[in-house]
């Protein structure tokens, strides 16, 4: 009896674990993990962040396909010391923090020079009013 139970075991077992592998190959081709940079244009200056959320990237599109590509602003947390895709600048935004927005408060306005003097301060924040994107391109690994 012990070897029809383990045999039977076994079975559901295996059962089981092909209906998962099965279920998982039902949900379709993942989504592909690129990222982007997006470079935008702050009275004369520019600045690129990391764009890695889909929506973020969605977003960053319409405004390039769109008529005003300055309609959204820009908002996101800086690292100091980072520079990731951001250089010359010492800095750069945060991309699990970041997301385009419709009204931002005045306290995080500025240009991207500002950012790097030794008196910003804003709560860590960049949300420059009259940003407008200018491209949008992958990264490649």
Not at 63 to 72: A, K, R, V, W
Request: proline share 7%; hydrophobic share 40%.
């Amino acid at each position: 009896m012990r070897v029809r139970t383990f045999i039977m075991a076994g079975a559901v077992a295996a059962g089981l674990i092909g209906s998962a592998v099965a279920a998982d190959a039902d949900t379709g081709p993942a989504r592909e993990a690129t990222q982007y940079v997006a470079e935008f244009e702050v009275s004369g200056e520019h600045y690129k962040v990391r764009l890695t959320d889909q929506k973020d990237i969605d977003d960053a599109r319409a405004l390039l396909d769109s008529d005003n590509p300055g309609s959204l602003t820009p908002n996101g947390k800086f690292l100091w010391g980072v520079v990731d895709v951001n250089a010359p600048y010492n800095w750069s935004i945060d991309p699990d923090v970041f997301s385009f927005t419709d009204a931002a408060p005045e306290g995080c306005d500025g240009r991207p020079s500002w950012v790097d003097g030794p008196d910003w301060g804003h709560g860590g924040w960049f949300c420059p009013w009259d940003a407008v994107i200018l491209s949008l391109d992958p990264i490649t690994n």
